[in-house]
Nanobody, 122 residues
Framework: VQLVESGGRLVQAGDSLNVSCAASGRSFDADTMGWFRQAPGKEREFVATINWIGTNTYYADSVKGRFTISRNNAKSTVYLQMSNLKPEDTAVYYC????????????????WGQGTQVTVSS
């Protein structure tokens, strides 16, 4: 399976940004998808997850109310809409896939993309 993230760039604090993750080579519509992020010198942390059909989502407290995860199974793509971005949101954002349900632990995700850099300047 291949996961390819895109859309990361440099933005100003308070801006909005959408990142995407295109999947191929696997039954995308059977997997829970997740977004994680890793800032320099920090561990990779959970951001959001969405179930296989897109009816259930869960967010880290740090992004709740600002970020929205969604998916389009016909396009094998998962999205992360980010608004009111803060400098502390600066990180490499990774998408990941798992056959388990609604996982927040990175150890439970089997497939990962290469990441896309999001930088928020103050």
């Amino acid at each position: 399976v291949q996961l390819v993230e895109s859309g990361g760039r440099l933005v100003q604090a308070g801006d909005s940004l959408n990142v995407s993750c295109a999947a191929s080579g696997r039954s995308f519509d059977a997997d829970t998808m997740g977004w994680f992020r890793q800032a320099p010198g920090k561990e990779r942390e959970f951001v959001a997850t969405i179930n296989w059909i897109g009816t259930n989502t869960y967010y880290a407290d740090s992004v709740k109310g600002r970020f929205t995860i969604s998916r389009n199974n016909a396009k094998s793509t998962v999205y992360l809409q980010m608004s009111n971005l803060k400098p502390e949101d600066t990180a490499v954002y990774y998408c990941a896939a798992t056959a388990s349900y609604m996982e927040t632990s990175r150890e439970r995700y089997n497939y990962w993309g290469q990441g896309t850099q999001v930088t928020v300047s103050s």
